[in-house]
């Protein structure tokens, strides 16, 4: 070992050892229930980001709903959608510019074109169990999310027995693993069904074989003037038929027999069941007709089986555990925590120890119960390792997990801020890779994109809108009239998605990614930049039309509009993309013409104002708003997350989001809140940030509906409401950001902890410059932290208290925020930061 690496072992060793007082008890990453789900926010999720599965537990009857991520209705967008659209803009930007809003708003919804398609469920699991007597004691069912595993276990007619269900990433199949302790005492009956057009055969003696079609189109729930809406044959032959999908199910068994005919697969005497199920579409890229140019989803499915069957099941639970944990394990966050008690011996919280939608009750009725905390930021990072996988196609608006044919809101990518929080926790939470699938959309979505600029505006580069699906869907959205502008034309959704592609090379420094992915759609989206700005009176570039997604504003006499000209939203997106462009510029030393255009165009563009409630201005002037607490701050996207507004940079603006905040409120949909997570963290404010982790963590049943009644379901599901997945990793993203900071070009620590967490440890998240960071603190004050430097280059840390590297015999200084200390730093070395 050489002695660099042998330096930092010994201090890594020295950083395990230092005393975590009050966190040395077991935590344990589980969610638990004394009964069976009887809503499907109260089933528990599994998902290897292919297949997912929602588990119910229950005992003569279980229900076990599934999902395949690429099974969506609809086929590849039209060539050519809505040929006169960009006639209409020369028109809409004048009457803008003139202040006729009505009029505006009349001719974008002539600039629209078709809805997306919608993700679809593939079908339902149903375990039938008979026993000698039906009485049920000691009944639990957990999801052990360290491991991911869903558990249900259970005494009846005087035998215990257990079902165990795994999501296989590596082998791409759904385990289930039914046991009895008394041998030859499991007599099932397992069956499947589909809301989707589907039939059932029996494969062997032992397969339940289902097949079946989705739609070829399903309109938007909220879209109520077709009395078809959905459609599962295209009949003028001009338009694809549906996806074809196939489901496997095969049951091995130790003792006993089992048959399978098209009622299902039977299974009698039994000691021990396995069920595997594999599942595949014929979905062949954005692009192709799933039908006609589809993949064979026979052949994939079988082929996941046979793959998975050359494994015993031990070696494949062995195979899915040792995959899940070794991204699980990259971060561990402890808290400090006071009620401690013993369960089986073992020291842990008492919280924990009820049933965790009663402990979520109690929590949301103000009990202390900072493990809660703990779980629902682990929860966020399972999720995602759940519901995006390399390879595979992007977490949507429910992740992976949906039962309805038409679910809210068709459970796409909704990009006006939906799928973009998806993907928050991704590189700070140490799960990097998960972020991948984001970019083979953006990829799609820039082919698609650049059609849609040419056909809806006539200009340069790619455009996505409002939201967008499997195939990459990039026109404003609305049926060519029926949508409201004010969300339905709004053509910042690529732009905002760039944001990420650069995040995540600013997080890995990866420059083969930055070169080959990132930069290319970066470029091709600030073209259409480039082309959309136009001058104003006053010499500055302005977007005309312009909109802050799904917000309206006063004017005139009692007047409303949600289209404008140069909101704060629109400008501040395109200065974060010319910002991040002129960087990767810098970076790769390429296209100096380029670059120096950005630099005088972003001189130019139109300034951030502050209104005369000293709030941050949302339109280009000083309009009340149509509703104060909208659940959308989409004004604060320089704030979080974007890095054009901060205390230590511009103060001014940031009080003005302060104020822009206050005016606001806390109130909103479960995604709201968690961004205004963010936006508190941002402004150093952690125990305003903790007072909205608490009430994202508020307990909702399955009774609440409305925009500001956001909240946390039974199973720690975000309510929207209804369900939306975005809110949880909005609130581990949120949680991460109060610990760690570094959007600044600094590597913040602690920059908004909050009264509430005392003492505690987080390790392995990560920073920009791809910095590795764990953190100890004590009494609210930081102790010591560990930086890992993956790449090498300058670190620089910024902390509330002076702190010292004894190696590098140096010392933080102070400035007028705190304390600074810049060094630099050597790949694979880790530095120990120690307080002074």
Request: net charge neutral; glycine share 8%.
């Amino acid at each position: 070992m050489n002695k660099t690496k042998k330096a930092s072992c010994i201090v890594s060793l020295l950083f395990l050892l230092i005393p975590l007082a009050g966190i040395t008890q077991m935590h344990i990453d589980n969610l638990h229930y004394d009964r069976p789900a009887h809503e499907w926010t109260e089933a528990l999720p599994v998902g290897n980001g292919r297949l997912g599965a929602m588990v119910f537990g229950g005992v003569q009857e279980e229900l076990i709903q599934l999902n395949e991520s690429s099974l969506w209705s609809g086929g590849p967008i039209p060539k050519v959608i809505n040929p006169d659209a960009a006639s209409h803009l020369p028109e809409i930007r004048k009457v803008l510019l003139e202040a006729d809003f009505d009029k505006a708003s009349a001719l974008a919804k002539k600039m629209q074109g078709l809805f997306t398609e919608s993700y679809m469920p593939m079908g339902d699991l149903i375990i039938k169990q008979q026993f000698r007597d039906t009485a049920v004691t000691g009944y639990e069912r957990s999801l052990d999310i360290q491991n991911a595993r869903c558990n249900t276990s259970y005494m009846a007619g005087g035998e215990f027995f257990t079902r165990t269900v795994y999501a296989s990433a590596p082998d791409q199949v759904i385990i289930i693993q039914i046991k009895a302790i008394t041998a030859g005492s499991l007599n099932l009956k397992v069956g499947a069904r589909s809301p989707l057009m589907y039939t059932l055969s029996a494969a062997a003696n032992n397969e339940l074989v289902m097949k079946g079609k989705a739609p070829a189109h399903a309109d938007p729930s909220y879209y109520k003037r077709n009395q078809a809406p959905i459609i599962w044959k295209d009949s003028t032959g001009a338009n694809c038929s549906g996806m074809r999908y196939e489901m496997i199910v095969k049951a091995v068994n130790t003792g006993g027999t089992v048959t399978a005919d098209t009622s299902g697969i039977t299974i009698k005497s039994a000691s021990d069941v396995v069920l595997y199920i594999s599942a595949a579409t014929s979905f062949n890229g954005f692009d192709k007709c799933p039908d006609k140019e589809g993949k064979d989803e026979h052949k994939l499915a079988t082929g996941y089986l046979n793959a998975a069957l050359k494994y015993n099941v031990q070696q494949l639970i062995d195979r899915q555990r040792a995959d899940h944990r070794k991204y699980y394990d990259r971060v561990t966050f402890h808290l400090q925590d006071t009620t401690l008690g013993y369960n089986k011996g073992i020291r842990v919280n008492k919280n924990s120890m009820l049933p965790s939608d009663k402990r979520l009750e109690n929590y949301s009725a103000g009990a202390y119960d900072p493990g809660i905390e703990v779980l629902y930021f682990n929860y966020g990072r399972y999720l995602l390792l759940s519901c995006s996988r390399p390879g595979g196609i992007p977490a949507n608006l429910q992740g992976l997990w949906n039962k309805e044919l038409r679910a809210p809101w068709s459970s796409n990518f909704t990009i006006n801020i939906n799928t973009q929080m998806n993907y928050w926790p991704a590189e700070v939470t140490n799960l990097s890779e998960m972020h991948l699938p984001l970019f083979d959309l953006m990829n799609n979505l820039a082919v698609t994109g650049k059609r849609t600029t040419k056909e809806f505006y006539g200009m340069n580069g790619w455009v996505a809108h409002h939201n967008t699906d499997i195939w990459a869907t990039s026109n404003p959205v609305g049926n060519k009239g029926d949508g409201d502008p004010k969300w339905a034309n709004w053509p910042q959704g690529g732009n905002w998605l760039c944001q990420h592609a650069w995040e995540h090379y600013s997080f890995t420094r990866d420059k083969k990614f930055l070169k080959n992915v990132a930069y290319p759609l970066m470029k091709g989206a600030a073209e259409f930049c480039l082309d959309w700005l136009v001058e104003d009176k006053d010499g500055y570039l302005i977007m005309v039309p312009s909109t802050s997604p799904e917000n309206d504003f006063k004017y005139g006499n009692g007047k409303t509009s949600g289209i404008g000209v140069a909101t704060t939203m629109d400008m501040s997106i395109i200065w974060d993309l010319f910002t991040n462009l002129i960087e990767a510029c810098d970076v790769l030393g390429i296209d100096k013409v380029f670059h120096d255009k950005l630099v005088a165009r972003k001189a130019k563009l139109y300034p951030l104002h502050i209104g005369s409630k000293g709030n941050l201005q949302e339109w280009n002037k000083d309009y009340e708003d149509v509703d104060p607490q909208h659940r959308h701050v989409s004004h604060l996207f320089g704030l979080h997350p974007g890095r054009q507004i901060a205390p230590v940079s511009t103060p001014e603006f940031a009080a003005a989001a302060r104020r822009t905040l206050e005016i606001r409120g806390d109130e909103g949909t479960g995604w709201s809140k968690a961004w205004k997570i963010n936006f508190w963290a941002r402004l150093l404010d952690g125990n305003h940030a903790y007072s909205l982790v608490r009430q994202l963590l508020t307990y909702t049943g399955n009774s609440g509906t409305g925009f500001k009644r956001g909240g946390t379901y039974a199973n720690f599901f975000d309510a929207h409401p209804p369900f939306q997945i975005d809110g949880n990793f909005g609130g581990t993203a949120g949680m991460a950001e109060m610990l760690l900071q570094s959007h600044l070009g600094e590597v913040h620590l602690l920059p908004a902890l909050p009264d509430a967490w005392g003492e505690g440890s987080v390790s392995g998240l990560k920073a920009r410059g791809n910095f590795d960071v764990s953190i100890h603190w004590k009494n609210h004050r930081l102790t010591n932290a560990l930086i890992v430097s993956n790449v090498g280059g300058i670190c620089k840390i910024r902390t509330a208290i002076p702190v010292t590297i004894v190696s590098l015999k140096i010392k933080s200084e102070k400035d007028a925020h705190g304390y600074v200390l810049t060094f630099d730093t050597k790949q694979g070395q880790t530095y120990l930061i120690n307080s002074l």
